[in-house]
């Protein structure tokens, strides 16, 4: 691995390391005019160019940025990136007032993703990743959670869970599995029946996942079966997360901070008390703001969260039913716009407090000796993320110190 000496950088804006929360998030660490050295994939100086050049060995390569910002790459740390089939038929039917109802009667839902899940082979449902996943790098992310969840039976749900694992060491994007056997019931199974099998898959996907994850909500799992399903992870080595007050709060989150969960993630519809104790928690809050725009249902309070000291994480949950995005930066804007964040706090949500959900803590920052993931965007300065909306801001992509994609004029 060659070093890599980035400069002619005209703003380096990164989150300051290890400030998740509280009002310091509102301030980053920027840098005009700088350089960044990268030594065997890892940061090694930042700063003026004089001062950078001080820790140069040997014969760098160098990239010379021409005056683009830099930030760090993106942490989306919830996603269900490999599935099967697509539903832009649905979201049509919808957007022409259909309602679900009907649009279950026709076979929507989250039933055909499991249907074409289920039918498609290893091969065929890696290569719709592989394309997603280099859709995703585009748009800066570097790290990413995929949760399996559209299998529901021991063979789809190990096959997911493959894919991903095979997909770590084919592309750039670093991945992490989490199982999500309990993401709904499949047609023909009882409640009881299917949480028993759930439960029963743990110990053979555990070598594949490392986090474990339930939809706890009405009319999918309780707070107590999800608790059993999070207990038994535990068991086999895989830590908490849950899906938890989309729709309803059913206790989720107590439940989940007693397990001592890495991260709560939705929570649409939250009380004060709640927002309190996940403050007062090691807990990440991951909020979805494209979940709320794709479904048109309120956003989560993450003004309250931030305000009451939360170590609160943005992430896509990019998924077919419900939040067909893979932008960080647009969530960046939503976050501005409907969640009341600022572009500092909405950009430190998306790179270290993301890295926070997944446990990885030398990732999100462009600080000396956290790991090279670096974008370099088309812009000089670095809130143009979230200002100028809906456009890919991405120039190029440094994954551990090597550059990994770049725009093509
Ligand atoms: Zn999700």
Request: glycine share 8%; charged share 25%; aromatic share 6%.
């Amino acid at each position: 691995m060659s070093n890599l000496l980035i400069q002619n950088i005209s703003q380096i804006a990164s989150p300051k390391p290890g400030v998740v929360r509280g009002s310091e998030l509102r301030s980053l660490n920027v840098i005009e005019e700088g350089a960044i050295y990268i030594e065997e994939g890892n940061i090694k100086a930042v700063g003026q160019l004089s001062e950078v050049l001080n820790h140069v060995e040997g014969h760098p390569v160098i990239l010379d940025a021409e005056g683009k910002a830099a930030v760090p790459g993106f942490v989306d740390s919830h996603s269900h990136l490999v599935f099967g089939g697509n539903r832009a038929d649905e979201f049509a039917m919808r957007s022409a007032g259909m309602s679900y109802e009907e649009i279950a009667e026709k076979g929507g839902g989250i039933v055909s993703t499991v249907e074409a899940t289920r039918k498609a082979s290893k091969e065929e449902l890696k290569d719709l990743a592989r394309i997603r996943l280099q859709k995703t790098l585009k748009q800066g992310i570097t790290t990413m959670e995929i949760k399996s969840g559209y299998g529901l039976d021991l063979e789809t749900e190990r096959k997911m869970l493959a894919v991903i694992n095979e997909l770590k060491e084919e592309q750039p994007i670093e991945l992490t599995a989490t199982f999500l056997g309990a993401h709904a019931v499949p047609k023909n199974s009882t409640k009881e029946e299917y949480l028993q099998q759930v439960l029963e898959m743990i110990p053979e996907i555990a070598d594949l996942a490392e986090y474990c994850d339930v939809f706890c909500e009405d009319g999918y799992f309780t707070k107590e079966e999800s608790r059993k399903v999070l207990m038994k992870g535990v068991e086999h080595g895989l830590q908490p997360k849950l899906h938890t007050n989309q729709f309803n709060d059913i206790g989720g989150v107590e439940m989940a901070l007693e397990l001592g969960a890495v991260s709560v993630d939705h929570l649409e519809v939250l009380s004060d008390e709640d927002i309190q104790k996940i403050a007062r928690s090691e807990t990440v809050a991951t909020v979805l703001p494209g979940v709320s725009y794709f479904l048109n249902i309120p956003y989560s309070p993450a003004r309250k969260l931030l305000d009451a000291g939360a170590l609160v994480a943005l992430a896509t949950d990019f998924n077919p039913g419900s939040s067909m995005t893979i932008s960080m930066q647009l969530l960046m804007s939503m976050a501005c716009t409907k969640m009341g964040m600022s572009v500092e706090e909405a950009l430190s949500c998306a790179t270290q407090n993301g890295a926070k959900a997944l446990e990885k803590n030398k990732l999100g920052c462009i600080t000396p000796g956290f790991q090279a993931d670096i974008l370099l965007l088309d812009s000089d300065n670095y809130r143009d993320l979230a200002y100028f909306f809906g456009e890919n801001h991405v120039h190029t992509v440094i994954k551990k110190g090597e550059k990994v994609w770049e725009l093509r004029s």
